[in-house]
């Protein structure tokens, strides 16, 4: 059966539309706060890192290797929605042909919360691992023959990669068991060929973190729960704006049923549900909490709710919903592409007075550096006290090939969210050395002082920002370290829980 030209010329032309718009948009935006902080991750491999599981890192480094340019290590991203979308549109044509197949990966695609993130960051790939990990599932549980299935290791291998993308891959598991278990014909080898897969990703991050303070286990589960708590109306609104930026263009056009159903479809429709709903419900059950929210924390369930309405739903009505979301799109892409085309017309008074150093850095980064240069001559560490500040500086030192400019680092409380720079910081080999703190604003040099033998102060100005940096002399690692460090770790890596903690025995203080 062919698809009538009516409905491909349209499907094609949108779908070309946006592909053009979405690859504009990650080749300008620029690198930016969290992103910065991944690519330094990336750049830094590791067998995990701080605050989450370490894919994102191991997603990134490969096309580090190769270049740091904004596009290319968003290549990868801009990749998964195109899998994704093609991958969804050949499991629904299976069941509702060829039309309901084309305008569904179409939807897909053009469904904005999907469609604007360019940028790195671990949802991605935790939404690329969950989805194939989920198509390998639903087909293996259907096929399995024998007691032990190999694509049913396979699902749970993608299933691992995506829990060490975020645990948020945990709460697909529910809907996992709730479909498979009345369907399946070897439950224990099903339960085992999936344990099979998932568990050497389990395995290698518990080693990792006894190794490392805990650390992945002391965010997720303290120290982001005490820093997100709030109220529970609150949080529920962002559970609210999740339901929102999923199903804007997608709910006004639910109701109507399909007629056109077969039981293949319906077993389908309710796997998608299964693990649409579940997740759904206990986000909604930790927001009535009071635990705060991401925006982008439901971004990996939704090829699973198109999925769902591209099922039940009659095509005219998948169609209007994906023509809908490629308007929508495309004008918001546009919108964001001439923001980031011309910076200091259209954001400098958005972004550039709200992170006005950051803005100005990367607007005019060789002026900048070029500012900067002097003043970092015989430094061998640069910190800031904001992690995102530190890897934007160091993305930027790299890309500009500034490779004689000193590495960064964080200092005090502003590495509560970045313990990655407390592994990679080896405070020994800096007693005695000359280094420098940067901070937008001023710095009070009585902080500091005792820790240098001498030290001086510079001001300098970015663009509309003010920053000082104080470039000290002899830089006393040791008693800083016991003064200023270890209180920090002590606070945030808890020994009752065991382990190493090498960043803890940095310094013998017996």
């Not at 096929?143 to 396979?154: C, D, G, M, N, T």
């Not at 925006?295 to 198109?306: E, Y």
């Not at 830089?475 to 020994?495: M, T």
Request: glycine share 8%; charged share 15%.
């Amino acid at each position: 059966m062919t698809l009538p030209k009516r409905i491909l010329q349209p499907v094609i032309l949108l779908g070309a539309v946006l592909v053009l718009i979405r690859l504009v948009l990650a080749w300008i935006f620029p690198v930016f706060a969290d992103e910065a902080y991944y690519l330094y991750w990336g750049s830094h491999f590791s067998g995990g890192y701080y605050d989450l599981p370490p894919m994102i890192g191991w997603w990134l480094w490969p096309l580090l290797k190769i270049s740091s340019h904004p596009f290319w290590i968003r290549i990868f991203n801009f990749s998964v929605s195109l899998l994704i979308a093609k991958a969804l549109a050949d499991r629904i044509g299976h069941s509702r042909g060829v039309e309901a197949s084309r305008v569904s990966g179409l939807l897909f695609l053009a469904l904005p919360l999907p469609f604007l993130t360019v940028i790195s960051f671990p949802d991605l790939p935790l939404l690329f691992f969950c989805f194939f990990s989920a198509l390998l599932f639903h087909h293996g549980v259907l096929s399995q023959r024998r007691f032990l299935s190999l694509e049913l290791v396979a699902s749970g291998s993608l299933w691992g990669s995506a829990f060490l993308s975020k645990y948020f891959a945990l709460f697909l598991i529910p809907g996992f068991l709730l479909w498979a278990w009345p369907r399946s014909n070897h439950r224990l080898g099903g339960v085992l060929s999936f344990v099979l897969g998932a568990v050497p990703f389990g395995i290698q991050h518990l080693l990792w973190n006894r190794g490392h303070c805990w650390s992945n286990i002391i965010f997720n589960l303290i120290t982001r729960q005490q820093a997100f708590e709030g109220t529970a109306f609150a949080t529920t609104g962002f559970l609210i704006l999740h339901l929102i930026g999923v199903g804007l263009t997608v709910l006004p056009f639910m109701g109507a049923r399909a007629q056109e159903r077969s039981k293949e479809s319906g077993d389908l429709e309710k796997f998608f549900f299964f693990l649409w709903v579940i997740p759904v419900l206990i986000f909604f059950v930790t927001a009535l909490s009071g635990r705060g929210q991401g925006l982008h924390w439901l971004l990996f369930l939704t090829p699973f709710f198109i999925g769902w309405f591209s099922l039940r739903s009659p095509v005219i009505q998948i169609r209007r919903a994906a023509a809908t979301s490629a308007v929508i799109s495309s004008i918001l892409g546009l919108v964001l592409c001439l923001a980031f085309a011309f910076p200091e017309r259209l954001l400098a008074r958005t972004v550039g007075e709200r992170f006005p150093f950051e803005f100005s850095v990367i607007t005019d980064a060789p002026s900048f550096f070029r500012d900067l240069r002097p003043e970092l001559e015989g430094v061998q560490k640069l910190f800031t006290q904001s992690y995102s500040l530190s890897s934007l500086l160091e993305y930027e030192f790299e890309r500009s090939g500034m490779r004689d400019f000193p590495a960064t680092g964080v200092l005090e409380s502003g590495s509560r969210f970045g313990r990655v720079f407390d592994f990679t910081a080896n405070w020994k080999s800096l007693e005695g050395s000359r280094i420098a703190i940067l901070k937008t604003g001023s710095i009070e040099p009585s902080r500091y002082e005792s820790f240098f033998t001498a030290y001086k102060m510079v001001r300098g100005r970015a663009g509309s920002a003010e920053y000082s940096i104080l470039v000290g002399e002899g830089f006393k690692a040791r008693d800083y370290w016991l003064q200023r460090v270890l209180p920090e770790l002590n606070h945030f890596y808890p020994a009752v829980l065991g382990g190493n903690c090498p960043i803890r025995e940095e310094f013998d203080v017996r």
